[in-house]
């Protein structure tokens, strides 16, 4: 096979597992938002509601491994969360995930859909500083650049969010930490796993077992458990369909997300991220009738702009690390 051909399917690939990111994820982001805030659920139990996602997807996992064990083709890769090789790879990891996917519920809850674009737009910003202090990366000032445009066009969301009234310190500040779990875990994602033989499967089901373990105390002592005591729609099956298909969605964009990391990069992977919560806030602000200013939207192009920007200064300066290196090499 020619190597057009091959890099022709190589880019299918990557543009089939991007495309399959996006729709999962906007899916599970709406599916969450009708748990955490619609008038037809009414459940404040945001911890429980990531608890259950995580149970659902630790179902789904033990599912497949049964199906390993029948069927030949099919193969399930071997390996146990309870072990000390296991809690000293992968629990660092899973804390991150579960930080990430805990927040980003918060900032749901507590902020309409619209907003998850200019409350997690700083997922490249912390990238980029996690990138320099942890891998010593060099940062170009075009880089830096990039990053302060960024930071104001959030900044200019979150003044007209107050402008319009609908700001919220919870929902602005769970995006920032979500913004931040995301870069940790897209980076050492791509360090985990290698020690999990580039097992995205066992790395989900990891993540899953982990996080349920890491929930338990923090549903208990937030009161949660006395809420879902008295719940009215605690024996409704259209809730618990609800929720079963939220897990279903949670395992699936865990799945994608380190997926889209191991064909691409934790740089790409946060790029696409901020291009799909782009087009998930145009379709949430039409979907729940949201009325923004020009300066909201503004703001968005702003920090659109500044990512597109960064990308292309990134490929510009891996173009020329590239050609520097065959370069050097002997001829």
Not at 11 to 40: D, G, P, R
Not at 76 to 81: A, L, N, R, Y
Not at 161 to 184: C, D, K, P, R
Request: glycine fraction near 6%; include cysteine; charge should be positive.
């Amino acid at each position: 096979m020619k190597a057009s051909t091959l890099l022709f399917f190589q880019y299918v690939h990557v543009f089939c597992v991007v495309a399959l990111y996006w729709v999962v994820s906007i899916i599970t982001v709406f599916l969450n938002k009708t748990l955490l805030s619609s008038e037809s659920v009414d459940l404040n139990a945001p911890f429980f509601i990531v608890w259950y996602q995580c149970f659902v997807s630790i179902i789904i996992c033990l599912f497949f491994k049964g199906v390993s064990a029948a069927v030949p083709n099919f193969k399930f890769p071997e390996g146990s969360p309870f072990t000390i090789s296991s809690l000293s790879k992968v629990l660092p990891v899973s804390i991150l995930f579960t930080s990430m996917i805990v927040f980003n519920n918060l900032c749901l809850k507590y902020a309409g859909v619209a907003f998850y674009f200019i409350g997690r737009s700083l997922t490249t910003v912390f990238n980029v500083a996690l990138t320099h202090y942890l891998l010593q990366e060099v940062v170009s000032q075009q880089a830096l650049t990039c990053c302060v445009v960024i930071v104001l066009g959030f900044f200019v969301g979150v003044d007209q969010e107050s402008v319009l009234g609908t700001f919220s310190l919870v929902s602005t500040f769970s995006g920032l930490m979500g913004s931040f779990s995301l870069a940790m875990y897209s980076i050492q994602t791509k360090k985990v796993l290698p020690a999990l033989g580039h097992q995205i499967w066992l790395l989900s089901y990891f993540n899953n077992v982990y996080a349920c373990i890491l929930l338990m105390p923090v549903i208990i002592f937030s009161g949660e458990l006395s809420l879902l005591r008295e719940y009215p729609l605690l024996h409704d099956g259209y809730f618990w369909s609800l929720m079963t298909l939220s897990g279903v969605c949670g395992f699936s964009i865990g799945y994608v997300t380190s997926l889209q990391i191991k064909v691409t990069s934790p740089l790409t992977h946060n790029i696409s991220g901020t291009a799909k919560a782009c087009a998930q806030t145009v379709l949430g602000s039409f979907f729940y009738s949201e009325k923004k200013n020009v300066l909201w939207w503004l703001s968005n192009v702003i920090i659109l702009g500044g990512s597109a920007a960064y990308t292309a200064v990134r490929q510009q300066e891996m173009k020329e690390r590239f050609e520097r290196g065959m370069s050097s090499l002997p001829r």
